[in-house]
């Protein structure tokens, strides 16, 4: 059903292809409750792959039939390996979860409670042996890699691949992927600008609190909507075509950026060739964003002007009524101006980044 393009699918094509999963699987659930849990993931996966393809559900916690004293459940996990452009369906299917499932559903997988150690080829790794100094570089957290232990020649590009995948384990995929941008080797040099120098080496298992300490300080990621007014910045330039470009950048929705909950970016296009058509678009603009963002469910985080076109961005959790919304606004207006409308899933918020560095202090 699906490929790369996941994140640009519209809302309501991955929510039917979740919801096909789930009919299939409830067909199966008295068989799938027997199995244990290395059969019962890969029949899932059987399942879901032809549906969804990309994604992979694992087992976790106590199999089902060893569940008759009320304990711990099996509960299934749903992973993207890290892919941002899969994010969308991931989420769709936990969306989409029966409520009936005798497992729990979960998203992504989940930080580890402590130390983390894995073997490959004789080679041991573990967490606190993955020294990490924090940074922050185009709006993320930053990390420059070392090894707390002598790594063999030979071991060089594995200690690397296992060095990504403690990073997954012990900050989690959805964090580990939307919020850690540059990540670099010390043997090989590091960037000069990311403020490494002002970060000791230090294992894994304690630089997990230094990631989540410079995305909440430095980086200054609440989590939290921000009060009215907004501060707003303008840039002015021109695009790699030439093009004269203006941008209205929304300062304030930095505190939200890669919220679990606001993944879908919308943008509204309309043409503003006159001042009529200015008119229209700062009412369209006016009416939609008062029902996207009703309620705290958006934000809008810039607009772009270029080549005689108004671009409205707004980050959501419901993209499918942030669409819609813009329709009946647009239709709202005289003459009913030409609105051209798309909503991608972009979890790391990086169309709004790219900007908003542009102008941080």
């Known amino acids: 059903m699906s490929d790369a393009s996941d994140a640009a699918m519209a809302p309501e094509l991955l929510k039917s292809a979740a919801q096909r999963f789930w009919a299939l699987v409830l067909m199966e659930q008295s068989t799938l409750q027997e199995l244990e849990p290395i059969a019962l993931m890969e029949r899932l996966n059987a399942v879901l792959e032809p549906v969804i393809a990309g994604l992979a559900t694992e087992v976790a916690g106590v199999p089902f039939a060893e569940n008759s004293q009320g304990g711990a459940r099996s509960r299934l996990v749903f992973t993207a390996h890290g892919d941002l452009h899969r994010f969308a369906a991931v989420q769709a299917l936990i969306d989409t979860a029966p409520p009936e499932l005798p497992w729990p559903v979960e998203a992504f997988r989940q930080r580890s409670a402590e130390g983390f150690a894995m073997r490959m080829e004789g080679f041991e ?67 000069e600008d990311a403020g490494f120098e002002r970060c000791p080496p230090t294992p894994l298992d304690e630089a997990v609190g230094l990631i989540d300490a410079c995305w909440r300080g430095s980086l200054a990621r609440s989590a939290q909507y921000p009060v009215e007014p907004h501060s707003w910045a303008a840039l002015e330039g021109m695009d790699g075509e030439g093009v004269a470009i203006m941008v209205q950048v929304n300062r304030s929705a930095n505190a939200l950026v890669a919220r679990a909950d606001l993944g879908w970016r919308v943008e509204a296009r309309l043409p503003v060739s006159d001042g009529g058509a200015v008119q229209a678009a700062q009412a369209f603009e006016e009416a939609w964003l008062a029902a996207a963002c009703l309620h705290q469910q958006g934000i809008c985080t810039h607009v772009v002007l270029r080549a005689g076109v108004r671009s409205v961005h707004c980050y959501v959790a419901d993209a499918a009524h942030a669409m819609a919304a813009a329709r009946v606004a647009a239709q709202a207006l005289a003459g009913s101006p030409p609105l051209q409308i798309q909503a991608v899933h972009e979890p790391d918020w990086s169309d709004y980044l790219s900007w908003y560095v542009e102008c941080a202090e």
């Open 125 to 191: 790794l573990a967490s606190k042996d993955l020294l990490l100094r924090v940074g922050q570089l185009d709006g993320k957290v930053a990390l420059a890699l070392s090894f707390g232990k002598p790594v063999p020649m030979d071991m060089r590009e594995h200690a690397r691949q296992m060095a990504f995948i403690l990073l997954d384990h012990m900050l989690g995929e959805f964090d580990f992927s939307v919020k850690v941008g540059v990540v670099e080797f010390e043997e090989e040099g590091v960037s």
